[in-house]
């Protein structure tokens, strides 16, 4: 059992008690979906007393009670406590299940990127459309989107470290991103041809509508279903499943497996499903 540190934690600056915790994880579940470990406390914690001193509030109960009324502190609340760790090229052999669908499949219309972070996926995405099609003017529309309203911004704005690229070969490196110069040494920024390919926006999977239009050809869903309970993911899996074409693909995260969701998905590839409607 994790024991979580009370008021009496001389080296905090705020008193954080359970009861606390419990409210931030609830409302974190109720608000977004995301199911936080009680071994998340401290950076629940750390992440949020920012938000306190920035507000210059006194107290987690004062704090709460802000988040609850306010929709701006709510959007606060969100983007402090989800985790956001993505890199260009991650799990590489969806991209190359990618480039396969689209040369058998070039009638494939509209690629969603269900929790695109600060962009690296969905600019990975675009960078295979745009190989395939041998140019950025595609027939293929690229919808990215996040609950997060701060990495939307970074993803936007296409702007990375250097060191973010490195393992993407020379070729692409040079066709896709241009190199910061002077102030901007050290950083990257994707082209704006491969930055126009993808569209973002907010949206939260567990809410009751998508702005996204079905048919879709591919699902990009991979390393957000592990933050919400199964029933979520349930649901999330079975409304995604039900937007896609019958060829279309469904691309999941490392860590999750819906192999036994035979009445809804079959596996095709390494966390790759295809529906089976
Ligand atoms: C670990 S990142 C995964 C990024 C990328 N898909 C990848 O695999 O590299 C998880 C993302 O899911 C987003 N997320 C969490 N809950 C969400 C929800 N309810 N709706 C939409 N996005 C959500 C987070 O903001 C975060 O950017």
Known sequence: MTTVLSSRDSTREFAFEKADFHKVQNMLFKKAGIKLSDAKEAMVYSRLARRIRALQLTSFNDYLG?????????????NALT??????FREPHHFTALAEHLKQHPEVTTIWCAASSTGEEPYSIAMVVAEAFGSFK????????????KVLQKAKA???PLASIAKIPVQRQKQFFHKGKGANEGKVKVVDELRHMVQFKKLNL??????????????????????FDKPTQLNVLQRMVGMLKPAGLYMAGHSENFNMCTNLVRPVGKTIYRPVH
């Open 206 to 227: 567990t809410d009751a509508k998508w702005d996204v239009k079905g048919p879709l050809d591919i699902i990009f869903c991979r390393n957000v279903m592990i933050y």
């Open 138 to 149: 595609t027939p293929v529309k690229i919808i990215a989107s996040d609950i997060d309203s």
């Open 83 to 88: 985790t956001n760790l993505t890199s260009f």
């Open 66 to 78: 802000v988040v609850d009324k306010s929709e701006p502190e709510l959007e606060q609340f969100i």
């Open 158 to 160: 296409g702007i990375y």
